[in-house]
C-alpha cells in the first residue's frame, strides 16, 4: 500500500510535467490533492476502526484504493485525474489507519517500540523504494506500464489484507464501564471532535506534521533537483541508500526506545535530518548527495517509529484506531501541504533555497517537541510517567 503511494507520489509530478505540461506549482498539487483526501478520511478512519474492526477498515479501504487506481487510465484530463486523487487519498487514509492499528494491537504493550518499529520500517523501505521504482516506471513516460504496475501492487496490497488474521474482541467491548457509557452517550448525540481526534496524541502528532511538511521536499522534487544540479544518475541511488539506512539502524532504534526515553531519539534524529537537508540543497557531486542521502535515513529513520509509537502509547487501549488516525492526519496534512509550499518555494527561487527552506523547518519541529511534548513528560511525577509508558 504505501509502495503504491510512493511511486505515485514520484511519478505523478513528472507525469504532469512532461504529459500535462503543468508547471511547479501544479507538480505540487498532484501530490497536495491526494493527501487533502486523505485529510478528510482520517478523522473518521480512526473511529471506524475502533467500531467496525480494524481488519474490515482495511480491507474495504484497500478495495476503494484498487479501483481509484484503475480509474486512473480513463482520468485524462487535469480535472478528473485530479478527482480521482481524491478518492484515492481518502481510501489510502482508511485502508492505512485500520492497518497500521491491527499492527499495535498484535504487538505486546512492553515491546511497542520495537514492533511498531519494524512495522514503519516497512513503510520506510516502501518509503525509499518507491520513488526510485516510480522513476524507473516513467523513464519511458508511458502511464499505462505505470499504472498498470501500481495496480498489480494494489491488488497483492488487498490480497495480504484479507489473509491478516486480527485477534481479540472489538475494542469497544473491552473498554471499562466508564468508556462504554461515554461512548454510548456520545453516539446518541452529535459527532464530537474528541471522538475522531485523540486529544493525548495531538501533541506529538503536531512535531510529526512539522517534519513531515520538510520531508515532503524529497520525494516530490528531488529527480527535478538532481536534473538541475545535472546529478540525474544518482537519483535512484539516492533513495536505495536512504532506505538502506533506515533497515540497518531499525532494530537498534527500537531497542532504545524501549529501554530509554523517546528523547535519545528525537534530538539526534532531527539533527542528522535537518541538517543533511540543508547540505543536501548546498551539495554539487554525486558522493555529496549520497552522504546527505545516509544521514537523512538514519535520522528520519529514528523519528517517524518515535512518533508513531508515542500517539499509541500516550492514548488508551481502546483508542489506539483514533491514536493512529490522529498521528497520520497530522503526518499527511504536513506532507500534503509542504508539497505545495515546497513547490512555490521553487517556483519563486530554487531547489536549493528549498531545501535550505526545508532543513531549518525541520530544526524548528525542535521548538515544538520542547513545548507540546518533552515540557509535558518533565513535568509528570516519575511512578506517572513511568506508567504513561509502560
Known amino acids: 500500500m504505501f509502495l503504491t503511494f510512493y511511486i505515485l507520489a514520484t511519478a505523478f509530478p513528472l507525469y504532469v510535467k512532461d504529459s500535462m505540461h503543468g508547471n511547479q506549482q501544479q507538480m505540487g498539487l498532484a501530490i497536495t490533492i491526494y493527501v487533502v483526501g486523505g485529510v478528510l ?5 480512526g473511529m471506524w476502526a475502533d467500531r467496525f474492526g480494524k481488519k474490515r477498515m482495511t480491507a474495504i479501504g484497500l478495495a476503494v484504493f484498487l479501483i481509484a487506481c484503475i480509474a486512473y487510465f480513463g482520468a485524462k484530463g487535469m480535472a478528473l485525474f485530479l478527482a480521482v486523487r481524491l478518492v ?3 481510501s489510502y487514509a ?12 498484535l504487538i505486546p504493550r512492553t515491546r511497542q517500540g520495537e514492533g511498531v518499529g519494524y512495522y514503519s520500517m516497512f513503510m520506510s523501505i516502501a518509503m525509499a523504494i518507491g520513488p526510485a521504482l516510480g522513476l524507473w516506471l516513467w523513464k519511458d513516460k508511458n502511464v499505462d506500464v505505470l499504472l498498470l504496475a501500481v495496480c498489480v501492487i494494489a491488488a497483492l496490497s488487498l490480497a495480504f489484507a484479507l489473509g491478516m488474521r486480527v485477534t481479540g474482541s472489538k475494542p469497544e467491548l473491552a473498554q471499562p464501564e466508564e468508556n462504554v457509557a461515554a461512548n454510548a452517550g456520545s453516539k446518541k448525540g452529535r459527532l464530537h471532535w474528541s471522538d475522531v481526534i485523540e486529544p493525548k496524541a495531538l501533541p506529538i502528532s503536531i512535531v510529526g506534521f512539522v517534519v513531515s511538511f520538510a520531508y515532503s521536499s524529497l520525494s516530490g522534487f528531488f529527480a527535478a533537483f538532481t536534473e538541475e544540479i545535472h546529478q540525474t544518475h544518482v537519483t535512484a541511488l539516492f533513495f536505495v541508500v536512504f532506505a538502506v ?7 537498534v532504534i527500537g531497542r532504545v526506545f524501549d529501554r530509554y526515553k523517546e528523547h535519545y531519539l528525537y534530538y539526534p534524529g532531527i539533527a542528522l535530518f535537518a541538517i543533511g537537508m540543508i547540505v543536501l540543497g548546498q551539495a554539487h557531486s554525486a558522493v555529496a548527495v549520497l552522504l546527505t542521502g545516509a544521514a537523512m535515513g538514519i535520522g528520519y529513520g529514528a523519528l517517524l517509529p518515535c512518533f508513531q509509537t508515542l500517539a499509541i502509547k500516550l492514548a488508551p487501549e481502546h483508542r489506539r484506531g483514533s491514536a493512529t488516525g490522529t498521528f497520520f492526519l497530522m503526518f499527511d496534512l504536513g506532507y500534503g501541504v509542504g508539497s505545495y509550499f515546497m513547490g512555490m518555494i521553487a517556483s519563486f527561487s530554487d531547489y536549493r533555497v528549498m531545501y535550505a527552506g526545508a532543513g531549518s523547518i525541520a530544526l524548528l519541529s525542535v521548538l515544538f517537541y520542547v513545548l507540546l511534548h518533552h515540557r509535558r513528560r518533565a513535568a509528570l511525577p516519575v511512578p506517572e510517567a513511568r506508567a504513561k509508558t509502560a
Open 41 to 45: 478520511g482520517r478523522p473518521l478512519s
Open 88 to 90: 484515492h487519498g481518502i
Open 94 to 105: 482508511v485502508a492505512s489507519t485500520a492497518s497500521s492499528a491491527a499492527a499495535a494491537s
Open 245 to 251: 539506512m533506515i533497515v540497518a539502524s531499525r532494530p
